[in-house]
């Protein structure tokens, strides 16, 4: 398991140009953009992204894509079932595929892996978020977790043997704060990005193709992708050699830190000395376009509790609900009691994989549900925990799947239509509207949802990804070429439709498999 940093640039491109890296948010297994990415890839070559632009104006000028707005497709997904939202964003294929390239090019991908190396020297900082290679058996998102329980957790709760002082803090709408000339200040430092601003560095370069997917915009980046987690870590790099030079007259003995992307820990025995490295840092982030998240910031004395998420401490000490299997309501409702208090937690999500797991394999030994476990009871329930926690959308829709199976054909498209119903009032539920596609595609392929990308599911030959990102300003090849490849694999959607399979299997959803809780 390499990070991105120990691979060479033709390692480097092909880890990022993979479907998983570049989509690394959760759908349906049905949903596979490696066709797209590999054929703009091809078709781009050794050429720089603006080659693709159209020319208009009798050839005097060309089309850009920073006068578009919808270049990119943005998928919201709702974040307490009220009016509070999260943008993930599927890049224009050009665009990712351009900048992956361009980034990858031996020389570059050489001076950002030694401008990395620099930063952290000298540094007294533990960094546990570099990007990860999957293996073969893991996704991306896998790997991030075991690297968040193995590198973080595990790493912070050691401290306790050297501090008595935990600060604990992390970034305020981290990627949409994030300001897109602080990349270039990030490789080349700040006087000199600024000296050599009219000129096409290597950090202006990657500025500039950022405010390309976002309207000429210079604050936030894409969320939902590997290549926006590696430029966001080479930011925090650079904060963090600016706070190892705002605080060297410390001894380095005195504390420690431990950061997580935007996440960071800070250990000492001083409580005014953690003060003064935390007023340190508030004031570099400052000056990166960045703020800290006042209502999570807070310091304990009690480090090893204080480096395990609270719902993990509370997961000990509950009951062993797995062995309700005898009453899988009862322990869907204890799960949804445990959403309450801990919403979008790791611990609800293992508990409902755990759950999906057992039910499945209940009714897969051609098992009924039991007169006093009523389909309608355990979908409104797991229904109401995914308008509250969009974490488990996917899982939440999963285990929907198996109650709605469990009804019995007859009854499977009235449950599906009440679920419609349910969240027509709730706002930015894009990502839901996929999930529920996943879930109803077996009952009906043909029902209409409000989110887009939901309309290129389809066994149909015909397709027009125009529908999902703006590609007027390319040139009529390559155009051509991101209109007409599928990012949806047929034979798995036919799959799912002639087999009448309804259920949610393993595969799609089970990220915890063989990874420590």
Not at 103 to 108: C, M, V
Not at 200 to 221: A, V
Not at 287 to 294: E, V
Not at 362 to 386: F, T
Request: glycine fraction near 4%; charge should be neutral.
């Amino acid at each position: 398991m390499a990070n991105i940093l120990e691979l060479d640039h033709k390692q480097a491109r092909a880890f990022l140009l993979d479907g998983k890296s570049y989509v690394n948010f959760d759908l349906p297994e049905y949903f596979n953009f490696d066709p797209i990415l590999q054929a703009v890839s091809s078709k781009m070559g050794g050429y720089d992204v603006n080659y693709f632009f159209d020319p208009e104006d009798g050839g005097r000028k060309k089309k850009d894509p920073r006068d578009r707005h919808d270049v990119n497709k943005v998928i919201y997904g709702n974040k307490d079932g009220e009016l509070a939202w999260r943008p993930f964003e599927i890049i224009n294929p050009v665009l990712y595929v351009g900048l992956v390239h361009y980034i990858t090019k031996e020389d570059n991908w050489s001076v950002i892996k030694k401008r990395f190396s620099e930063l952290r020297r000298g540094c007294n900082i533990e960094v546990a978020s570099i990007p990860v290679q999957p293996s073969k058996k893991k996704s991306a998102k896998a790997e991030q977790i075991r690297a968040w329980w193995e590198k973080f957790e595990q790493n912070c709760a050691a401290k306790g043997l050297e501090f008595r002082y935990v600060l604990e803090t992390d970034v305020a709408n981290c990627y949409g704060s994030i300001y897109t000339h602080s990349i270039s200040w990030a490789l080349h430092g700040k006087d000199e990005a600024y000296a050599n601003r009219d000129k096409k560095s290597l950090g202006g370069k990657i500025d500039e193709h950022f405010q390309m997917m976002n309207h000429r915009q210079t604050n936030g980046i894409p969320q939902g992708n590997t290549l926006s987690d590696f430029i966001a870590e080479l930011i925090f790099a650079y904060a963090d050699n600016l706070l190892a030079q705002a605080i060297k007259d410390i001894d380095k003995r005195e504390y420690s830190i431990v950061r997580y992307r935007d996440d960071y820990r800070i250990f000492t025995n001083r409580l005014d000395l953690g003060a003064r490295i935390l007023k340190e840092l508030t004031e570099i982030l400052a000056i990166l376009g960045l703020r800290l998240n006042a209502q999570k910031t807070k310091k304990s004395s009690d480090i090893v509790l204080s480096s395990i998420k609270k719902d993990k401490i509370e997961e000990l000490f509950i009951p062993n609900i797995k062995k309700e299997k005898d009453n899988f309501a009862k322990w869907l409702m204890q799960i949804y009691a445990a959403s309450y208090k801990y919403p979008n937690s790791g611990m609800v999500s293992r508990q409902l994989n755990m759950f999906h797991e057992e039910l499945l394999d209940y009714l897969d030994q051609g098992k009924s549900l039991r007169h006093y476990e009523k389909p309608e009871v355990m979908l409104s329930i797991v229904v109401n925990m995914a308008i509250k926690n969009p974490k488990y959308y996917n899982m939440a829709m999963a285990v929907a799947s198996l109650t709605i199976r469990g009804a019995g054909e007859s009854r499977r498209g009235l449950l599906v239509q009440k679920i419609l119903d349910k969240f027509k009032i709730i706002p930015n539920t894009g990502l839901l509207d996929i999930w529920l596609q996943r879930v109803s595609y077996s009952i009906d392929p043909d029902l209409q949802f409000n989110e887009l990308l939901t309309r290129s599911v389809s066994e149909r030959a015909y397709i027009d990804n125009s529908i999902i990102w703006c590609i007027d300003w390319l040139k009529d090849d390559i155009m051509k070429t991101v209109r007409d490849t599928s990012i949806v694999d047929v034979d798995i959607l036919q799959g799912i439709r002639e087999t009448n399979k309804i259920s949610i299997d393993r595969q799609e959803v089970d990220l915890f498999r063989d990874i420590p809780s």
